[in-house]
């Protein structure tokens, strides 16, 4: 009987698929029994505390002696595994969402992040977003918590949406967005920035925050016979609309706010279809002044919101603490995205 080619590879799909699943769903096995294990050790460690560090000093050297080839259990890590029962004294939490993500996911939010709830949102967004470790450490790095979470921000988007639709907009917006991966110029033009947001596409995505589908830049459309270019423009699959961007290079003032409402009128009629959300605004300038920016969008009839837009060299004083030191850097060299870190590595 002759071969299908077609089918043949298709069967050769599906089996890769499934060793590919398999390897996966090993690996996260494999991790989750690491973290339980590390958190009982902690725990025995805290049981213990009377004895102090020589008890530590002497555990892992007796360690190593049982599993001369065995790592992750130095001094150090050993500190680790305390700290990481003393700071997550619910089994079912670290069973259920620490466990999900790597050690060294782990040691870079207890080191780096200082409240018990700030410790628990980084976790979860690690988890939902598939955050590699670079990539948690960046968020870290640029307070996304505080800019996300708990800054008040500016939008009229409760008026103008319905009550579940506001709350998840607003859930995803920030302020400020950091756009360290670009060289700002003072001389810098609007669509310059532009341009080098699309350069850098990717880490533009990333800053933006999970379910944003870029659509175009200087998107075309045409009104009563006119020609207008949105500067950008995405779709965003969790809150199922169109989000509009408008860029400005110096501070927002109140006519911004007209042109962009102008723009989500027009999107909503030419591009929103029936199963679409209506379209959201946002408008990012280098400085705003919050009660301007109020006044302004407070009777506009669609939903718009106002962050302002950073740079690294620009972060504020109270980011500065978040910043990796010359030594953190160079520790976490050894250290690759995605792995299950362990000895000296995950000490670092």
Known sequence: MLINKNEYFQT???IKEQIHSSQYRAIKSVNKELILLYWNIGNVILENIEWGNKFIDTLAKDIKMEFPTLKGFSVRNLKYMRKFAE?????????????QITWSHNIEIMNKVKSYDEKKWYIENAIENGWSLNI??????????????????????EKNLSQIQSALAKGALKDP?????????????????????VKQITKLLLELGSGFAF?????????AGEDFYIDLLFYHLKLKCYVVIELKTGKFVPEYAGKLNFYLSAVDDILKTEQDNPTIGLLLCREKNKLIAEYALKDMTKPIGVSEYKFFEELPKEFEDKLPTIEDL????????????TDEKADD
Not at 137 to 156: A, D, F, G, M, S
């Open 12 to 14: 050769i799909q599906l």
């Open 87 to 99: 700071v997550y004294t619910d089994f079912q939490f670290v069973q259920t969402v620490s466990a």
């Open 136 to 157: 948690l450490i960046h968020q870290i790095k640029t307070n996304l918590y505080k800019r996300q979470v708990v800054v008040e921000k500016t939008t009229n988007y």
């Open 177 to 197: 967005y950091i756009f360290d991966f670009i060289t700002f110029r003072d001389d810098m033009i609007e669509i310059e920035l532009e341009k080098e947001l």
């Open 215 to 223: 659509v175009g830049n200087q998107y075309h459309i045409e009104v």
């Open 330 to 341: 160079e520790k976490r060299i050894n250290c690759f995205d995605g792995e299950i870190c």
